[in-house]
């Protein structure tokens, strides 16, 4: 009888121990996919941004907007939602959207993230 409940309580202790541990792993894992995801919107975002800036300078330097433009980060897709004369509304990747006016210099009126 005494080698019975002796029998019970390592495998009630096993099964503990064995679900702890998965659980802890799940935990870990879940940590690091959040972790990861974090990684890949922060890169996205720098790519958004360096983007914006070229589109920037293009426009201030020749007053023009490449439907594509590339990065040392990789490329973005440019969308003009407007332009007339001066003032430019346009959206870069589907992410950021960029209101301003150029005149002796280029002025932003407003920059969205979407």
Do not use: Y
Not at 47 to 72: H, M
Not at 94 to 110: A, E, H, M
């Amino acid at each position: 009888m005494k080698g019975m409940a002796a029998i019970v309580s390592v495998i009630v202790l096993g099964a503990v121990l064995i679900l702890v541990g998965a659980m802890m792993s799940l935990s870990s894992i879940n940590e690091g996919q959040i972790s990861l995801e974090s990684q890949k919107r922060d890169i996205s975002q720098g790519l958004v941004e360096s983007c914006v800036e070229e589109g920037l300078i293009n426009i201030n330097k020749n007053n023009t907007l490449p439907a594509i433009i590339t990065t040392n980060f990789g490329t973005c897709p440019v969308t003009i939602n407007s332009q007339t004369g001066v003032s430019w509304d346009f959206t870069v990747s589907s992410s950021v959207n960029v209101k301003l006016n150029r005149g002796g210099f280029v002025t932003i009126g407003g920059w969205q993230e979407q």
